[in-house]
């Protein structure tokens, strides 16, 4: 089926507000080939507008979040527990490896006590289906079973990274509010958060075994948000959990006034983080979380220890992915933010969920106002669509919130998984367009399926120096584009990041 084709029946399926446009099927840790699939993994490289100064640990996995500190004139990027030194990013090296625990990294330098300080975050295994378990938590128990018995850290953990080639842990924090030495605990424990160096930090976490009101099937518990004062890492305190109403159990009148309610497909959950713009206590409102298939959920934090629903931005509902998985808030002060989902199923195999641009000058009442165009392959690939190349097509990240210098107001990329790095012109945030692209080799085995469907996961756009980090199967490549602006390819002090108030006072 081409694209468009394929395109047209994904707008009648949401018109009707249903997922039957295309058939669904549940197991997403395998592949569902198609008649026009390739018989084999693409190895070629294909850009547009873009080009490849560096690779770093070609043939490893370097997808990931990553997350940056300096230190004078010296940069260094936190990808998969590395510190990777890229002062001269052309000749990126490793100084600390394996120097902490968990890929969920968040990294700020904290004022008050005058540190880099990384929180890190550990949940709970998936409940994911296998050829075997088709439907996952729902066709074997035991997957349950394990998630409640699960032992470690269920919550996020505090270095001092102030010398990056030696992190110092702090704290540990878990979620339910126990001893976080405990061999078993409850809950989730996170997936997504946000820290910025100053007094909050926000967390992605179904906070006790109550928290299970999960339709999809690859996870067991429901995520809400948690607040904690992180003003001290050493000895972080509760601050406050929310959630939407139905998904603790001994909630079923909300929960069954869910649209999702029994369809054991959508993630009713959380995805995370809640970003916040500006912080609470330098007179910061409001937060902005992807909430999987609810919408894109703002809440109001003046009173940080209740915080307030202001609005939630909720498309009919297509059911399968995660609807909203990430929000893009770089461009507030242009009035808008881009939502985007995550596909799980490879060999589009559920229904493509769009990015959208929302306007959001007034918080209380967001609006779509266009779609991120939907990318089209090279022309010399060896597939029309990306749904005939084995893996993912979807996407998946917007470059990372933190940053050196100021998000470009008119330029942002997405990874893609096996459609690469898509760059986008918003100059008109109403008629976004596709204008360019870095498609690296595919990764892995295709008799491997979890060796490829992650091909191009991650970016991080150091936005004064004009230069793109690509995470991907097959190791971290250093991307620029004319569309960026020139490359500064020397090492360079960061004059100021991306938020305000973000990594004052660092050295």
Not at 82 to 91: A, F, H, M, R
Not at 198 to 208: H, K
Request: include cysteine.
């Amino acid at each position: 089926m081409s694209e468009n084709k394929r395109r047209d029946l994904l707008k009648f399926g949401a018109a009707l507000g249903v997922a039957g446009a295309v058939p669904l099927a549940y197991a997403n840790r395998h592949p569902h080939v198609r008649p026009t699939s390739l018989p084999y993994l693409d190895r070629n490289m294909y850009r547009s507008n873009t080009d490849v100064l560096a690779h770093f640990d070609p043939g490893e996995e370097r997808g990931s979040k990553m997350q940056m500190m300096s230190i004078g004139s010296r940069r260094f990027l936190f990808n998969r527990r590395d510190v990777i030194e890229v002062t001269e990013p052309t000749k990126p090296v490793v100084i600390n490896k394996g120097a902490y625990a968990s890929g969920q990294v968040q990294l700020a330098f904290n004022r008050k006590l005058g540190k880099w300080i990384l929180m890190t975050g550990h949940g709970s295994m998936g409940t994911f289906s296998t050829k075997e378990w088709p439907h996952g938590k729902y066709d074997n128990p035991a997957l349950i079973k394990r998630n409640i018995e699960q032992k470690g850290l269920r919550g996020v953990r505090f270095y001092d990274a102030s010398d990056p080639a030696k992190l110092v842990l702090l704290s540990e924090w878990s979620c339910d509010q126990g001893d976080p030495k405990r061999e078993v605990q409850t809950g989730s424990g996170t997936h997504r958060n946000y820290y910025d160096g100053g007094q909050y930090a926000y967390l992605d976490t179904g906070p006790d075994n109550t928290f299970t009101n999960m339709e999809a099937f690859f996870r067991y518990y429901t995520n809400g948000i948690q607040i904690i004062d992180a003003s001290d890492p050493a000895k972080p305190k509760f601050v406050s959990n929310s959630w939407v109403p139905g998904q603790k159990q001994g909630e079923e009148d909300a929960y069954r006034k869910w649209r999702e309610y029994g369809d054991k497909t959508s993630f009713t959950s959380l995805h995370g983080p809640m970003y916040v713009p500006r912080r609470v206590e330098d007179g910061g409102r409001y937060g902005y979380s992807a909430y999987g298939s609810f919408g894109m959920v703002v809440h109001d934090l003046t009173d940080i220890r209740n915080p307030k629903l202001v609005s939630r931005f909720n498309p009919p509902l297509k059911a399968g992915a995660i609807p909203f998985h990430t929000i893009d808030i770089a461009r507030l002060d242009r009035g808008f933010v881009i939502t985007n989902p995550e596909v799980l199923n490879p060999d589009c195999n559920e229904a493509y969920q769009p990015s959208i641009v929302v306007d959001v000058r007034n918080p209380a009442s967001p609006r779509a106002i266009a779609e991120l165009p939907v990318p089209q392959p090279p022309q010399d690939a060896p597939y029309r669509d990306y749904c005939d190349k084995r893996g993912r097509f979807g996407p998946h990240n917007p470059p990372h919130l933190k940053a050196p210098g100021k998000a470009d107001p008119n330029f942002t990329a997405y990874s893609f998984f096996n459609a690469g790095l898509q760059l986008y012109d918003i100059r008109d945030p109403s008629k976004p367009r596709n204008s360019g692209y870095f498609v690296p080799p595919q990764p892995g085995s295709l008799d491997d399926y979890l060796s490829y469907p992650r091909d191009t996961d991650a970016v991080f756009v150091e936005w004064d120096r004009k230069l793109m980090w690509v995470g991907t199967g097959s190791g971290l490549y250093l991307v620029t584009s004319p569309l960026l602006g020139k490359p500064v390819l020397a090492p360079m002090a960061v004059k100021e990041w991306s938020l305000p108030g973000l990594n004052v006072g660092a050295a």
